[in-house]
Each structure stands twice: as structure tokens, then as C-alpha cells.
């Protein structure tokens, strides 16, 4: 509940909402305090939808055993001095949809990790896991898009590694890619660097690529004119960089779990709360309304092609020229504020003028969309 809200509750009615209000963000705070564990015995695909199983997959099993300062971030990648460094796995099922396909998919997301990083991409490397009777037509097709997707980020694959399984073993072909690129060993991003008072930007309609992907798979009997908004990032993170230096503070593509994951890691990292506005979200009305058909949150859907920036509330108006002045970001839009109460939340002001929790995503709506 915000300060406003509670200003219009009768003094008498207050100490009971308080006292409620409090209950809740008491037992939040102390199922995040707890150590990591999985509790399941298997792996279900929740695991890998990018939400809270993820997260406690990565920190119980992953973290517990590789732990390090360059790794405890869990960022899009790690930095080292003037080296970025990614890796990333491409599983998204149907291999090709409206939009894109699994090659430029891998292209691009691996380029967009090392830009969330604030580097300039330079190579890639690029690993094929290939199921036996897999036509080959299909993978010049996939292979074909990787190397068109490469030149238009301006890298190059200089490296990779196929395997070959058999058939019934995997499911067509999964791609495997890592990235390195240069940065500047002065530019500090992270989850962590949110300040109170700071503008929480958008760079377009979000959605678009789980949707799409949602859709391509068949079985609902819902038409729509989408596609794919899978595209390279560093263009755009550049220009917003270049200006407005030193007043950036974190950038995330918001991939599996979409743009309300991103905002609880960010909240969480740096112990603030996140205040979005329902109404300033850009959604595009196709992604809208098939997401009400299906009882989705857009706020949960997978972009392949959007990223969230915080930046310096005095920058707010410059990065928001920037972004918009780059072909990828006419969309962008100031879609809330941190504040520092509640810490570690996320909130959602509705567009019927009241206030709800964006929690982090459990289970998965949306199984491999990249």
C-alpha cells in the first residue's frame, strides 16, 4: 500500500491494515532469507522458465558449487577488466516462427547479454546439438540465419562444436552459444546499483516474442498479426551509454520470465521497491488481448528484442530521447520509479487507481520460447 493510500483510510481503520500489511512483507522477507534449496527430486520445466525455480535451480545446485565474486551476481554475463563474457542455450521449440528462427535467436540473444553488460560484442562461438534424421535443408536454413544475423550485429562466429544424437534422443537441433566483447573497465551496472528516486525505462511493447512463439505452436485457434521481436541490443545500450554517462545504473533484456523477473531482481539486488504504472507499460493490443484469452500476464511474457533500463531520475528525459532517437527503441516509454518502501518488492498500480504485488514467476506458462 503507497503513502497516498493510506492517507485516505480512516485513522481507526489504520493500525488493522498496518498490522496485515506488515504480516505479509514479514513472511516475504523471511522466505527470501532462507538458504536456497530444491525441493523437487526431478527436473520439471519450470526449472527453466526463468522464474523463482530458476533462480533457486541456479543458486541451490549451480552457485553452491562454481561460487565466486564474478559469478554471484548472476548477471547477463561476467566482466573482467575490459573483457565481457556470456554463454547462453537455444531450445525454443517451434525452430522457426513468425519473426525469426532459432539461429538469429541464438545470434541475438548472446549479442543482447554482453550489451546488458554495457560491452561492444566482437565473436561468438556456436555449438549444434543435432538429433538424428534432422533434414539438413533445416539446418542451412538455421545456420544460414545465424550468419546473417552475425553480420548485421557486426561480430563473428569464430568458433564452435556439433554433436549428433540419436533419433528420439533430443528434439531436432539445439544451438549452444558464447560471446565475448570489450567494455569500459570503468562503467559500473548491476541488479544492485538501483537508487530511490530513479526512472524505470522500457524500450518497447513487451511480449511480442513469447506470444508469438505461444501462437506459432498451434492448437489455439487464435489469429494474430505478431512476430518476433528478436533483434541486437548494442546499438541501442551504446547510445544510451554515450549519453548519458555514469548515469545508468542497470540494463536487463527482459527474456524468460519477462519484464516482471527482471524488475524483482532488481529490487531484490538492490534492496529497494519498484513502482511500475499498468498504464504506461506498452503492450501492443494483439498481445494484450491473447494473453487475456489465456490468462497470461504480458508483464511475464518473453521479449527477445526489449531491454529495462534504470537510469539517474535527472536523466530520465535524456535517456528517453536517446533510446527513442535508435530505430530499436521508438517505443521506449518511463513505465514507473524506485522507491525505497517496500524493499525488495515490486508494485503495480492498476489502471482501476489501486496497488498489487508483481511477484517473481512460478511455473511456466510458457515453456521453451528461446
Known amino acids: 500500500?503507497?503513502?497516498?493510500?493510506?492517507?485516505?483510510?480512516?485513522?481507526?481503520?489504520?493500525?488493522?491494515?498496518?498490522?496485515?500489511?506488515?504480516?505479509?512483507?514479514?513472511?516475504?522477507?523471511?522466505?527470501?532469507?532462507?538458504?536456497?534449496?530444491?525441493?523437487?527430486?526431478?527436473?520439471?520445466?519450470?526449472?527453466?522458465?526463468?522464474?523463482?525455480?530458476?533462480?533457486?535451480?541456479?543458486?541451490?545446485?549451480?552457485?553452491?558449487?562454481?561460487?565466486?565474486?564474478?559469478?554471484?551476481?548472476?548477471?547477463?554475463?561476467?566482466?573482467?577488466?575490459?573483457?565481457?563474457f556470456t554463454t547462453d542455450c537455444y531450445v525454443v521449440t517451434p525452430l522457426f516462427f513468425p519473426g525469426g528462427d532459432i539461429g538469429d535467436l541464438a545470434v541475438n540473444g548472446t549479442v543482447n547479454d554482453l550489451a546488458m553488460c554495457g560491452a561492444r560484442p566482437a565473436y561468438l562461438s556456436a555449438g549444434f546439438i543435432l538429433e538424428e534424421g534432422f533434414p539438413i535443408d533445416d539446418l542451412r536454413r538455421i545456420v544460414a540465419s545465424m550468419a546473417a544475423a552475425a553480420r548485421a550485429a557486426g561480430v563473428a562466429v569464430v568458433t564452435g562444436d556439433t554433436k549428433v544424437v540419436q533419433k528420439g534422443k533430443a528434439d531436432g537441433c539445439y544451438v549452444?552459444?558464447?560471446?565475448?566483447?570489450?567494455?569500459?573497465?570503468?562503467?559500473?551496472?548491476?541488479?544492485?546499483?538501483?537508487?530511490?528516486?530513479d526512472a524505470v525505462l522500457v524500450s518497447g511493447p513487451i511480449g511480442d516474442h513469447g506470444v508469438t512463439v505461444l501462437l506459432a505452436r498451434g492448437g489455439f485457434d487464435i489469429e494474430a498479426d505478431l512476430t518476433s521481436d528478436t533483434a541486437p541490443l548494442h546499438g541501442l545500450t551504446a547510445r544510451l551509454l554515450d549519453t548519458c554517462p555514469g548515469r545508468v545504473r542497470c540494463l536487463r533484456d527482459a527474456t524468460r520470465g519477462g519484464v516482471a523477473t527482471v524488475l524483482n531482481?532488481?529490487?531484490?539486488?538492490?534492496?529497494?521497491?519498484?513502482?511500475?504504472?499498468?498504464?504506461?507499460?506498452?503492450?501492443?493490443?494483439?498481445?494484450?488481448?491473447?494473453?487475456?484469452?489465456?490468462?497470461?500476464?504480458?508483464?511475464y511474457s518473453a521479449c527477445e528484442g526489449r531491454m529495462v533500463a534504470v537510469v539517474d531520475r535527472d536523466a530520465a528525459d535524456a535517456a528517453l530521447a536517446a533510446l527513442r532517437s535508435h530505430p530499436l527503441g521508438t517505443g521506449s516509454t518511463v513505465i514507473g520509479r524506485v522507491a525505497d518502501d517496500p524493499p525488495g518488492l515490486v508494485l503495480l498500480r492498476t489502471s482501476f487507481g489501486g496497488t498489487r504485488i508483481v511477484d517473481v514467476l512460478v511455473g511456466d506458462p510458457l515453456p521453451r520460447i528461446c
Open 265 to 299: 531482481e532488481i529490487a531484490e539486488a538492490s534492496e529497494v521497491a519498484v513502482v511500475i504504472d499498468e498504464d504506461a507499460v506498452p503492450v501492443r493490443p494483439a498481445v494484450r488481448g491473447t494473453c487475456e484469452l489465456l490468462g497470461i500476464d504480458p508483464l
Open 1 to 84: 500500500m503507497t503513502t497516498d493510500e493510506r492517507a485516505t483510510i480512516p485513522p481507526e481503520r489504520m493500525l488493522p491494515v498496518l498490522n496485515a500489511e506488515e504480516k505479509v512483507l514479514e513472511r516475504i522477507e523471511r522466505a527470501r532469507r532462507r538458504k536456497a534449496r530444491v525441493r523437487e527430486e526431478l527436473i520439471t520445466l519450470a526449472h527453466g522458465a526463468g522464474g523463482r525455480a530458476t533462480r533457486t535451480l541456479v543458486e541451490a545446485v549451480f552457485l553452491e558449487a562454481f561460487r565466486n565474486p564474478m559469478l554471484e551476481p548472476l548477471g547477463d554475463g561476467a566482466v573482467a577488466g575490459e573483457l565481457a
Open 176 to 197: 549452444t552459444t558464447a560471446g565475448v566483447g570489450t567494455v569500459d573497465p570503468e562503467l559500473r551496472l548491476g541488479a544492485s546499483a538501483a537508487r530511490p528516486g
